[in-house]
């Protein structure tokens, strides 16, 4: 190893001093130091479009103004920072606005949960809640569902690689085929009612079905409503806990708070992370409905589970819950954006696209191999961060924050069009 | 439920709409709203002296100046916040101070690993790696060990009423007795090689085996140096990789910034969270030996391995470390509490008491079911924070931030022995 | 309890000295004391015609003569009874005529493993050599599956209540749907290939697929041809190792001596029991392809691997399959048993009967539940074993000796109508 | 693979046509043909004393005469042969006659279950219900324990190489210290009761806890009768099921008819196999308390329940418990050999020898590696049959049956001796 005189460049910081697991650094090989709203700024000053958002932890966009003013006033005013769980005036005023502002207006009757500041935590206080509940041991999750990296999320996430890095067998966990898993003329929850009824179908009642609507990192698969709506039902009738992970799709992604409420769903647990906290900083909540509130103090916990700084970005976030102004401007946002990629794949059909989406959670699917890729690696030389998803990265994926302007906006899709020529041409 | 308007306590907010998972609020019964080195406020304006530190996450006390400073500054510069394991100016200030003040001076070589913000993130990554390393399915850890909540790390924790709200039978772990488990005179590690060694044992060699020089959760108990050095003699000797557990003893809470160096062991794998943000907020590092440095990009992953805000507080808090003074102070102070938890047990046989612990990590061990929480509940009273410990919170606990002053140190004993009093007499 | 001097009547006997596990004498609820052929008689001398002929352990009849005649001499002679997996020249003599009866004319290259002598054992030795020779866990068995009752082979077992016996989550196995779960319209393996191909589904690339071609237990459901040629070239595709349990549906219960023979494929590993002794007595044997004998030397043992007495008897019955005379004889039996069925189910519509099965193990699975059930017990009073099969119990199953005569078949088949007219008239 | 014409020497058919698991005909390269009380003869009339006994179902020797007049009658008049769990009269008069010789005359108050005809079976039947009994996931076993090789039995089986076979990660079953695992001074339930009370000790209050009072494939290790009082107290005080694995050590192997009788204890659940059927013919059961008879019909099952020759040999072998005569003989014998055995322990120091064992269950393990197969394979030159045990091989073991002569012992003691001396000359 080389003497840290040496390490003059940044990047050879990441090289010699950070683990192998580093990931999104080789997609994106520069050092950033700024951000603000759409925009972050690498450290030689270059600016590049945000169409990432921190894979959904940004939706407000980077460093939101009102959010971060109440930040700066909360820390120097020596505020709670670390509190576990014990009371806090900032986690009252959140509890108290959340409940306003989103459960009350949507009849949502749910007590909230903090398990800890990460989307794998509130997936796997789920996960004990429902088994404690029903007394069962097995989850249903779906494929190409994205729950989370500790054994028990990993054991309902059904990327291979992922699952392979556990390094033991993954247990308690059926994978049911996702809407339209087997092709659009198939519903697939004919299936999992098939195996749910038949005594010898070798897979037990549940305690639990954990779903995304619109699954994220496992290719922008979206869940019909009218999917939704009987998997619900399904749950309902054999008294089945409905989980609805929300850490990716919820928050506004998709246009109203809760992906789930187009599908005029109530789920039994919901989890929240990402964009929850408003400001890119660590922050989860699991809602549950209160008749399944059968915790004992303490059963679960966790060290950052009362993070007060991020209980005020929080807090403030909710303000854009208010009205439907962003809700609305999600829906323009998205329309274009589908509109646009709709017309990619009828003007690129070397693409062999297929649009998918849902509200500003949007992607092509390209048939040949490495092809999202490549088009992400123009992109990001001309200034777009862009992501791929998919078990085979086979789509890429525009998730820009919410807040975005509609110059940037077209900017973005501008230079992915560029991006796509420069692919296909090669 | 009542109606948002009548929530006029906060304490009836947290009562109405969060889970009944929540735990030490029923200890602390107040609504904290201000904090500053090692006192609390609650909204009412009262002073607790705190001795619990955030479970360990508080070592340089509440909102240290110096890092307030930079965490405003970098806010207000609208540094960035939110970067999953993307380069940024942050992370590589963090990982070059980290190397420089940390690693370099001891002679330890590692890579460093962002795994997700919190305790069970950097267990759970450190779990997967010894499988992958060794090819072996099981994790040999200790009776009373604390490792985390979430399903891998609960596997490897003893506390039952923790397992048992798996919901599921825990795996592919072995539970192993503790420096002093057996009583004084026996040296358990007999026990662990009697069954490494023998070909009928039915223990399989493990991948790893993880530890806490000192059991915080589990009752302050302390693993002799030469136990932990007969241990990491084994782990050599069978090839079994040595993970030392740091994220509540470390961070300068025994005395040295890492809590095994008095013994003289260089582990395979270190987990790190807790205090290593400085600020209360949440981060987490595995540190890794170069040659086990075999993870493929991305195959462990988490929204909020890039916490910018923690690196920044990180970075500076490493400025305690570049000198010998914090350490001197644990010492000097930390004898002084032991000396004082002696004379304790001297004084009140009642207590029927057991010092126990470490550096500013010590506590005593009542032998009267109920007794140190009572003790803990007077302490509160009378304006001290403190909690207990143990498979039976029978152990009460003295954690206070590293750098409280002597006076404050002082008068939380003194209130301690109030309390005992009190408690005895009753 | 009675004192032994009252049990005066045998049924107490069981009652008060046998455990309430006991299953098939509560529908059959005489003691038998003779057999012969066809038939079985209880103690008052009753004779009743055997339609369920062991569960398939006795193809060859009860006590067939000539079989008889070589165990008399063999006991009679102290020829080894007891062996392991020494050499002995009962074993010897078994494996050459296997080899030259079985083997060879059908061109099959299997080594013979002796696993211990049932079902189940044969079944715990194909997953473990399955999972040696690949290195992965998981095992792919379908719904309505059957094999065994240990835990391994349980694990594989549709059957809700037996599955539930264990007592713990049963684990590394996946349930795959069987040929027309999902009605005749879907085949079952697209669904199958769909999980294996995209690496986002959550299963797992296995070990090996288990599959019985007729599966008995579960609800006499046939596998079309075209669909075990399919699941053998997946399989060959995807280098998983293919098992086919025969435990229930060899040894010339569908006609051919393998049941997998009309299919024309070769599975790497065969699981035989029930009728290869021939004389209801246990034994069984696991076939696999040399070039995955990988076992090491007592990898898997068991106390009565070496059976002698069955050996004898099983070397005996494999002149059954020296000329097609027995096969012939099934299948014009079995074609007469489907006919008649299938005008039963034409004459009684109120069965709602569905015709099922395969060479002489065929059934009616009827819609209402109960009604199986109670033709059983209508055709036990008229002298006929018959039992039920399904998650449901809801398939009559008929299951006589191959060795029948006709005159014995078309009086059950008789009593069967007779039985079916009174259940409908109530 | 030669034709079958060239396969003239039997050994070679079992090299070519059998699975390379064949483990006994490697220590015994001949082909045995014949059987009487203690001896063997091979296909040459070479004959053999036996001193093992078919690993212990060979109790009252080879075909022992009234037991083969038994079979052969019975077979000679068509008794049923297979009957499931049917009653026959056959296992109505074994359960008579089991009742009123072995339990009634003990004080014990069993149910009888039939598992199927191995013991695995009856060990896999014993772990379910001790689960359905007390709701709880995990069993406890004992270092060097032997219970199987199904995955239930394997998961409680301590040698590493039988367990490495399962092929995935053994799970719900925790290993504790055999008595003297930890040497002579160490009273290993200490260590499993300190387990049991800490209520962090990582270790679940088990369903049961399984063992044998003499572990034979372990290493011929005698638990003392203290030893298994105090385990029984343990049991008796959480409410644990006890369960006595008696199927190598009991049927008289110790000079009881159950291994436990001398301890005093009252077993749970008592598990038989091996000499049960008097004949080396399979056969099993599972003695359970009727309290615990919690069963529901059919719960578990296996083809081969209803072996019916076995319950005729089985009965007619109850004829030795009639009185005390056999039980006096295992004693003397076993007193001559263990004083036999401590003398070659004293003249033949370069043994390192240390004896173990307890009525005609003995042995003696040698430090040197190899030395006890070695010896083993002397004595086989010589005509005598002896196999090691332990996890290393490292025991030789005598387990002749109990009915050998005098001078059959004397010789094959003498045969012993000599071996060890060319041995230990080499």
């Known amino acids: ?74 820390i120097a005013e020596d505020g709670i920072s670390h509190s576990l769980d014990m009371g806090t005036k900032a986690k009252a005023n959140f509890l108290t606005k959340f409940h306003e502002v989103i459960l009350e207006p949507r009849n ?53 690689f992922k699952r392979h890095g556990a390094g033991v067998p993954l247990q308690n966990s059926v994978s049911m085929p996702f809407d339209k898993f087997l092709g659009t003329n198939v519903d697939t929850l004919d299936y999992l009612e098939r195996f749910l009824e038949d005594n010898g179908s070798g897979v037990a009642l ?39 992970d929300d850490v990716q799709a919820g928050c506004g992604r998709t246009g109203t708070f809760f992906s789930f409420e187009p599908a005029g769903i109530e ?22 409905k209160p008749e399944y509130d059968v915790w004992d103090p303490g059963e679960h916990n966790g060290t950052f589970r009362g993070h007060n700084l991020a209980f005020i970005t929080a807090t403030e976030a909710l303000e854009y819950w208010k009205d439907d102004n962003l809700s609305g401007e999600v829906e323009e946002k998205g329309l ?4 646009f990629l709709d017309q990619l794949v009828r003007e690129y059909p070397q693409l ?11 992607g092509i699917a390209c048939k040949e191999e490495g092809l999202a890729e490549k088009i992400c690696e123009q992109a990001f030389e001309r200034g777009l961060i862009m992501e791929t998803a998919g ?15 509609h110059n940037a906006l077209d900017t973005g899709l501008a230079i992915i069009e560029d991006s796509i020529k420069m692919c296909i041409q090669k």
Chains 1, 2, 3, 4 share one sequence.
């Open 1 to 74: 190893m080389s003497t840290i005189k040496e390490l003059d460049s940044t990047l050879k910081v990441f090289e010699e001093l950070e683990s192998e697991v580093r990931s999104y650094i080789r997609s994106f090989p520069v050092t950033f130091e700024k951000s603000k709203g759409h925009s972050l700024w690498d450290q030689d000053g270059k600016e590049y479009i945000d169409f990432f958002a921190g894979a959904g932890a940004l939706n407000y966009g980077h460093n939101p103004p009102l959010l971060k003013e109440q930040l700066l006033r909360y």
């Open 108 to 160: 949502l009757n749910y007590k909230v949960m903090f398990p800890g500041p990460t989307g794998t935590n509130t997936v796997e206080s789920a996960l004990k809640l429902a088994r404690k509940v029903t007394g069962r041991d097995s989850i249903i999750s779906f494929t190409n569902a994205f729950h989370g990296m500790t054994l028990g999320s990993l054991s309902i996430t059904g990327n291979s």
């Open 206 to 244: 549940p305690a639990g079905i954990i779903v995304e609507t619109v699954q994220g990192e496992g290719g922008i698969n979206v869940a019909e409503e009218a999917w939704l709506k009987r998997l619900a039902d399904i749950c309902n009738r054999w008294e089945i806990l409905l989980i609805i």
């Open 267 to 288: 789920p039994d647990i919901v989890c929240m992370s990402k964009s929850i906290s408003g400001y890119g900083i660590p922050m989860a909540i699991t809602l549950l």
């Open 336 to 339: 274009k954006v589908g509109e």
């Open 352 to 362: 062999q696209g297929e649009t998918r989406g849902r509200g500003l959670m949007r």
């Open 391 to 405: 078990p085979d990265s086979e789509v890429f994926k525009i998730m820009p924050p919410l807040t975005i302007t």
